[in-house]
């Protein structure tokens, strides 16, 4: 596997853990003390790349995110879920 390959894979688990974490600090599973230190991993990835690769992480990281946190839309439309996954994400 080649090198950026396998950093681009790195950057992205770092990432998902990172809105994973975000996820299980709201509502449902509500363990707060998650959001302490949720985003820890996103930061160092905003800090180590570049700017379109810390982008392009982030929007991936929000994508992961808004889908576990307002997948309730989709019981009404699946069309409005992805809408708002969207719209949320790209805020990220």
């Given at each position: 596997m080649k090198e950026t390959t396998r950093q681009f894979l790195k950057d992205w688990?770092?990432?998902s853990i990172s809105s994973v974490l975000l996820y299980l600090a709201y509502y449902p599973a509500n363990v707060s003390f998650f959001a302490w230190f949720a985003l820890v991993p996103w930061l160092v990835i905003?800090?180590?790349?570049?700017?379109?690769?810390?982008?392009?992480?982030s929007l991936g990281a929000g994508l992961v995110h808004f889908v576990l946190a307002i997948s309730w839309i989709g019981v009404v439309t699946y069309s409005g879920l992805l809408g708002s996954v969207v719209i949320c994400a790209a805020f990220t």
């Open positions: 688990g770092l990432a905003a800090a180590r790349r570049e700017p379109l690769h810390a982008g392009l992480i």
